[in-house]
T-cell receptor
Framework: GENVEQHPSTLSVQEGDSAVIKCTYS??????FPWYKQELGKRPQLIID?????GEKKDQRIAVTLNKTAKHFSLHITETQPEDSAVYFC????????????FGDGTTLTVKP | NAGVTQTPKFQVLKTGQSMTLQCAQD?????MSWYRQDPGMGLRLIHY???????DQGEVPNGYNVSRSTTEDFPLRLLSAAPSQTSVYFC?????????????FGPGTRLTVT
């Protein structure tokens, strides 16, 4: 089955700096890669996703890049703000069944004011 | 739309007891899933369904049963609760179409087994 590894497990940055979180996956059949943000005690919420036919996708301060050959994808957050502090999860699945997702173990991002 | 709803929000069980976690969605989504989240870990897939009457096992199915008799509901049954099943359980649904794959999560059920 699919295996997703996520690094780092914790990340602390100063407000205004950039943050990068990386994930690798094992199953070359996976072609849908979402990123979720989870605040303490809350449900995960999608912040950005990418399909394997696209190399990069951007939404304001958030971007995701995908390298299919190397089987890794990354989340980039620029101009970080204290409200970006949360746990971020990457996931991998096939678009034909996004309900069967494999998640990374999460990255706790702390943005210091 | 209420989105994805889960009941109860909190539950304490004794070892060996059984119970059903309820999940419902009103978005007419085909796909529904159950995940568990243990401290410091990501979400692990328990069971999933691609439509009414169709279910399949995920990564950690042992000790859990599911059924999907309607599009809206996807209950998760714990057959004989064990302390190892102490976790937060999230239900999720997604459209299953060709352009929108987003999973919408419920608020979660925090289960403690003593």
């Amino acid at each position: 089955g699919e295996n997703v590894e996520q690094h780092p497990s914790t990340l602390s940055v100063q407000e205004g700096d950039s943050a990068v979180i990386k994930c690798t996956y094992s199953d070359s059949a996976s072609n849908y890669f979402p990123w979720y943000k989870q605040e303490l005690g809350k449900r995960p919420q999608l912040i950005i996703d990418i399909r394997s036919n696209v190399g990069e996708k951007k939404d304001q301060r958030i971007a995701v890049t995908l390298n299919k050959t190397a089987k890794h994808f990354s989340l980039h957050i620029t101009e970080t703000q204290p409200e970006d502090s949360a746990v971020y999860f990457c996931a991998a699945s096939m678009v034909t069944n996004a309900g069967k997702s494999t998640f990374g173990d999460g990255t706790t991002l702390t943005v210091k004011p | 739309n209420a989105g994805v709803t889960q009941t109860p929000k909190f539950q304490v069980l004794k070892t060996g007891q059984s119970m059903t976690l309820q999940c419902a969605q009103d978005m007419n989504h085909e796909y529904m899933s159950w995940y568990r989240q243990d401290p410091g870990m990501g979400l692990r897939l328990i069971h999933y369904s691609v439509g009414a009457g169709i279910t399949d096992q995920g990564e950690v199915p042992n000790g859990y049963n599911v059924s999907r008799s309607t599009t809206e509901d996807f209950p998760l049954r714990l057959l004989s609760a064990a302390p190892s099943q102490t976790s937060v359980y999230f239900c999720a649904s997604s459209y299953g179409g060709s352009t929108n794959y987003e999973q919408y999560f419920g608020p979660g059920t925090r289960l403690t087994v003593t």
